[in-house]
Nanobody, 114 residues
Framework: QVQLVESGGGLVQPGGSLRLSCVAS????????MGWYRQAPGKQRESVAT???????NYADSVKGRFTISRDNTKNTVSLQMNSLKPEDTAVYYC????????WGQGTQVTVSS
């Protein structure tokens, strides 16, 4: 019903920046919540940041002050600006959309390493 496509992942040095983007298509309804989750090898998937269609945001404590989530409701897109990246941020990042149930993107790899 809803397809999510992420982009923007890659390799970056500690202290660097990346911007992730996600486009939702299909049966997209509002109000909804979109967000970014990440999963490192051997660890559980965790919420990084979420944003409602009304603009309310929520961040994991580990990324507050470094990451910024935003969205464009007219384009059904959500972005995550990641600054001051740390090696511990290395993970596969997944876009999420929730209306009546959640939908997930395929994931994009973010690697923070020297």
């Amino acid at each position: 019903q809803v397809q999510l496509v992420e982009s923007g992942g890659g390799l970056v040095q500690p202290g660097g920046s990346l911007r992730l983007s996600c486009v939702a298509s299909g049966s997209v309804f509002s109000p909804n919540i979109m967000g970014w989750y990440r999963q490192a090898p051997g660890k559980q998937r965790e919420s990084v940041a979420t944003i409602t269609s009304g603009g309310d945001t929520n961040y994991a404590d580990s990324v507050k002050g470094r990451f910024t989530i935003s969205r464009d409701n007219t384009k059904n897109t959500v972005s995550l600006q990641m600054n001051s990246l740390k090696p511990e941020d290395t993970a596969v990042y997944y876009c999420n959309y929730r209306y009546l149930r959640p939908y997930w993107g395929q994931g994009t790899q973010v690697t923070v390493s020297s």
